[in-house]
Structure formats: structure tokens, C-alpha cells
């Protein structure tokens, strides 16, 4: 299903551009999040939000920005997009609950490539 | 920060094998989660898992939490083709600094010869 869409989907550019990638949900969940994964690191953390006021810093949140336009949108973008942002990035969801014990449920991914 | 210790890196195997992978943390979980991740998708939620010592099963699947709250296994029974895949723990705090952020294994690839 296409709960959590991500767009684009694929993306080659240049060293030094500025990219938006973007994440909307249908799935009525108030968290939001923002990974990526390289091969054989998993996936980390880049920001996260609890809510549409609130953003956070994830593990790696250096050189990313990201901005949540309302309940189901969230969007990553990079300001000077660098060789090594190449990676694949997901975005996902969660309910939240008082417990903070929901999974999270994750996009399709976007395969950004830097050149 | 936290990790997550996942193993096996890799499994190849036949088609009717079990399989079984692990994970370990230096530190406790709230709750544990299994995916698995299909080339060109995101990762599908396969189990949860919310009490120390808690055994579940989805299908073939099978997880445990492990009683010390710093690790967890997923055993596959009888496995088939459609099971190749990328296989990611992940553990989820409920408290402190890391509320509601999820730490993932490095994740387990299974190829499975028919």
C-alpha cells in the first residue's frame, strides 16, 4: 500500500545543489521521521518530529534540514548536497502513544546519488 | 550512542532450512522490532515485541525479547524462496533522551537456494 509515499523516488545530481526530498502519510500518525541507510550500517537517524512544532536532531543530522508543513508531511532537504549524502533514504511514521512503544512504518525509500 | 550487535551478516541456505539471527545491545530496550527489507522497498514491520521474555509468532516467524531486555532472535521455519530479504532488529526506547527513537542492527541478508 502507499501509506507512506516518498518522492521522488530516484535522484542523480550535482555536488552543490540544493535537494528536497519530500514524505506525505495517509496513515493519520503524528511522528515522523527521516533515515538513511549506506551499505551495512543499517539505517540512522537523521531528524525526527513528534508533532508539526516539533523537530529534533537525529545521530547524523549534520548538513540535512528538514521542515513538517503539517500533520502528514514531512520533508528532508540537503542545502549543498556533497558526494557522500549519496545513500538511500526513508522516510517513516509511528502513532504515538504514552508508552512511546509504537513501530515505526517506513516509505519506499528515495536512491539519491551525488555526483 | 547505542548499537545493536545483529548476526549473522549473511546466511545462505537451502529452501527448508530454518534459519535463526540474533541481536545484542549494551543497553536496555523498551520494545523490539524485526523487518525485513525487499530490494528497491522500505522495510516491512514483521514482529513486535514489548515484554521482556515475550515469544511471538507471525507465520513461520518466531521472536523472542530476551529476559535481560538486551537482545532478541527471529528464527524462520522451513524457509522458501520469497523469504531473501534483508532482515533488521531494532530496539526502541520508551524514556529518557531517546523517547521513541528507534537503534537498528546492521541487518542480516538471506539468500535462499531453491
Known sequence: DADVTQTPRNRITKTG??????CSQTKGHDRMY???????LGLRLIYYSFDVKD???GEISDGYSVSRQAQAKFSLSLESAIPNQTALYFCATSDSDQGGNQPQHFGDGTRLSIL | GQQLNQSPQSMFIQE??????????????NTWLWYKQDPGEGPVLLIALYKAGELTSNGRLTAQFGTTRKDSFLNISAS??????????????????SYGKLTFGQ????????
Not at chain 1, 34 to 40: K, L, V
Open chain 1, 17 to 22: 545543489k540544493r535537494i528536497m526530498l519530500e
Open chain 2, 16 to 29: 527448508g532450512e530454518d534459519v535463526s539471527m540474533n541481536c545484542t545491545s549494551s543497553s536496555i530496550f
Open chain 2, 80 to 97: 522458501i524462496p520469497s523469504d531473501v530479504g534483508i532482515y533488521f532488529c531494532a530496539g526502541l526506547n520508551a524514556g529518557g533522551t
Open chain 1, 55 to 57: 523537530i529534533n536532531k
Open chain 1, 34 to 40: 527521516w533515515y538513511r541507510q549506506d551499505p551495512g
Open chain 2, 107 to 114: 541487518g542480516t541478508i538471506l539468500t535462499v537456494h531453491p
